[in-house]
């Protein structure tokens, strides 16, 4: 019995505080994410995602660093009180969800990794000077992604190598690159662990930003955007752009007002985007990292003693 209380509260907790946040963002994410409009668009990529992230890690953190402490140091061991509806319903909801991202994870998987062995067969290892490894295709889509988590790679359809120039190659050989490096297929394997209702727009509002970001990180001079921008039009023109794959970064997609957003951003170029990190703000992050830990160190055992009291008031 008290096992099965133990995991009923847990589950609980974590159902409580995972949805209300959810609900919380998915209902405050457009006015938060207007204050990130003039930062640079890698800084507000990394927001919305940490942003989409918070419901998940908030909840992880009390359920793991009070709702299970807490549990196990103050609850009786011998206690015969019955389980409420209450906590049993909260509890199986909760395992549901976090089997249901699971699943939901695991079916992603499957799915891309049988789309990207379809669009590999016959590839050929093209030379290229970077560390990833790039294949050449014989589908015409996609025209070039990047895939893979544990092992990238980026794939570059015969026609397109084709159609572009070897400095519009190169370029956008580079957002891939990008993509690779900021490890965006794995978050988007995250962001099927953590599914919940609602977030959709949250989260094409982050991969809108983590295309921006990509393009941002692949030039460093005008000449090199208009080029990526030229790469992109003949690649949207010719009708290359694949369906929506999940866990690969395609170079061109369907949605033509992100792409026109994206070439026009990259005719604008200009070195005033790019902007370095204030070099006192990781100071400052760090100073009030180690002040909440300070507090939280002082109060913990308060902390923990008013948390069993909630779960107390929540089982009974």
């Not at 900021?182 to 295309?211: C, H, I, S, Y």
């Not at 902007?275 to 160190?297: C, D, H, K, Q, R």
Request: glycine share 6%.
């Amino acid at each position: 019995m008290f096992l099965a209380r133990g995991i009923a509260v847990s589950f609980s907790v974590f159902l409580i505080v995972y949805c209300s946040l959810s609900v919380a963002v998915g209902c405050a994410w457009r006015g938060v994410r207007s204050s990130m409009q003039w930062q640079p668009s890698q800084r507000a990529a990394d927001f919305l995602f940490g942003l989409r992230m918070l419901p998940f890690v908030a909840a992880s953190l009390v359920t793991f660093a009070f709702a299970v402490p807490s549990f196990l140091l103050l609850e009786p061991r011998q206690i015969e009180e019955p389980l409420g509806w209450v906590p049993v319903a909260l509890g199986a909801c909760g395992a549901g969800l976090a089997i249901l991202g699971i699943v939901n994870a695991l079916v992603a998987v499957r799915r891309v990794s049988r789309t990207i062995a379809a669009w590999s067969s016959g590839a050929q290892r093209i030379p290229a000077d970077i560390a990833v490894p790039v294949l050449r295709i014989t589908p015409a889509v996609p025209a070039m992604t990047a895939t893979g988590i544990v092992r990238p790679r980026i794939l570059v359809s015969g026609a397109a190598e084709s159609l572009l120039s070897q400095k519009e190659l190169s370029a956008a050989l580079n957002h891939e690159i990008a993509h690779v490096r900021r490890r965006d297929n794995l978050r988007k394997l995250v962001l099927r662990l953590v599914a919940f209702p609602g977030m959709r727009g949250l989260e094409q509002a982050w991969l809108e930003a983590t295309e921006m970001a990509a393009d941002d990180a692949a030039v460093f001079s005008a000449d090199e955007a208009l080029e990526l921008a030229s790469a992109l039009i003949k690649l949207s023109r010719s009708n290359q752009a694949p369906p929506a794959v999940d866990l690969t970064a395609a170079l061109v997609h369907s949605s033509a007002s992100a792409m026109n957003a994206r070439v026009e951003r990259l005719v604008a170029w200009s070195d005033a985007r790019v902007l370095p990190g204030e070099p006192g703000s990781a100071w400052y992050a760090v100073g009030a990292g180690f002040a909440a830990l300070a507090i939280f160190a002082v109060s913990y055992s308060q902390l923990l003693i008013g948390v069993h009291a909630a779960t107390e008031w929540l089982v009974r």
